[in-house]
């Protein structure tokens, strides 16, 4: 089955500055690759999401890129705010393939202003 | 729409009770999944029901066990509790094959 390594376990960064985080998966056939944020106490809530047939996805100050080719794909936020301190998961699965969405364990981002 | 709703969302239970949880979907979501979260190990999938069925199963014990039904309300079961199954328990519904959303959870403490 499908195996999702997160890096890294936690991330401290200065306002204002940018935040990468990255993810690979083992299952070549995975097409479906999204972001949760969540905060402390709080339910993960998705943040973006990018298919396979796509390189790189844009919100914003957020961006997602994918390497099929490598199967890694990266969490890029940009401008860092206070109010990004989360808990980020990456996760994968197939999308027509009966297969559930399978989470990395998370990284701690902690923005200091 | 409403958002997916879990009852309850505390429960303290001792040692070899056994324990249902409550998950109602997003209206118009058909798959309802269950996962187990605890400091460290992030989200572990427990399983996945679309249309009364179990589509998916993580890599738990048969104490674990969950239901369906033909509104798409979920519930989940475990008995003979013990310690380590102190966790929060989230269920997440969507349309089939997309993004997941997630309830609020239900914070079981086992003592």
């Known amino acids: 089955g499908e195996n999702v390594e997160q890096h890294p376990s936690t991330l401290s960064v200065q306002e204002g500055d940018s935040a990468v985080i990255k993810c690979t998966y083992s299952?070549?056939?995975?097409?479906?690759f999204p972001w949760y944020k969540q905060e402390l106490g709080k339910r993960p809530q998705l943040i973006i999401d990018i298919r396979s047939n796509v390189g790189e996805k844009k919100d914003q100050r957020i961006a997602v890129t994918l390497n099929k080719t490598a199967k890694h794909f990266s969490l890029h936020i940009t401008e860092t705010q206070p109010e990004d301190s989360a808990v980020y998961f990456c996760a994968a699965s197939r999308i027509s393939g009966n297969t559930p969405l399978v989470f990395g364990k998370g990284t701690r981002l902690s923005v200091i202003a | 729409k409403a958002g997916v709703t879990q009852t309850p969302r505390y429960l303290i239970k001792t040692r070899g009770q056994q324990v249902t949880l409550s998950c109602s979907p997003i209206s118009g979501h058909r798959s309802v999944s269950w996962y187990q979260q605890t400091p460290g190990q992030g989200l572990q999938f427990l399983f996945e029901y679309f249309s009364e069925t179990q589509r998916n199963k993580g890599n738990f014990p048969g104490r674990f066990s969950g239901r369906q039904f033909s509104n798409s309300r979920s519930e989940m079961n475990v008995s003979t509790l013990e310690l380590g199954d102190s966790a929060l328990y989230l269920c997440?519904?969507?349309?089939?094959?997309?993004?997941?959303?997630f309830g609020p959870g239900t914070r079981l403490t086992v003592l």
């Open positions: 997440a519904s969507s349309p089939w094959g997309q993004a997941q959303f």
């Open positions: 299952d070549s056939a995975s097409n479906y």
